[in-house]
């Protein structure tokens, strides 16, 4: 089982950016798809990214394309949401996520959550 933690978020103004880390705490976890979603207050949790275990594939929300990236540095057991020209509506709690199995090689299926990250968002 990986273990997350998400860590970045913060307070920004509109047109800002912020990296958001999503940190293992297990070697396995080269091994896992990771996943980025977020949850604003009165919303359902919603999907924003994933990234396979290669590395190789990226999907992105419509909402988010063209805006944030995602990328992943196994040898830190490390993956990374950048998010640049964030507007208010991105505002939200975002959480890191791993694949229930290892090696996938369809989309992302949630077998383990980090704890969240608060992002806010002021215009």
């Known amino acids: 089982q990986v273990q997350l933690v998400e860590s970045g978020g913060g307070l920004v103004q509109a047109g800002d950016s912020l990296r958001l880390s999503c940190a293992a705490s297990k070697r396995t976890f080269s091994a896992y798809g990771i996943g980025w979603f977020r949850q604003a207050p009165g919303k359902e949790r ?55 199995f290892p090696y996938g090689s369809s989309r992302l299926r949630v077998g383990t959550w980090g704890q969240g990250t608060q992002v806010t968002v002021s215009s």
Do not use: H
């Open 46 to 100: 919603e999907f924003v990214a994933e990234i396979n275990w290669r590395g190789s594939n990226t999907e992105y929300a419509d909402s988010v394309k063209g805006r944030f990236t995602i990328s992943r540095d196994n040898a830190k057991n490390t993956v990374y949401l950048q998010m640049d020209s964030l507007k208010p509506e991105d505002t939200a709690v975002y959480y890191c996520a791993a694949d229930q």
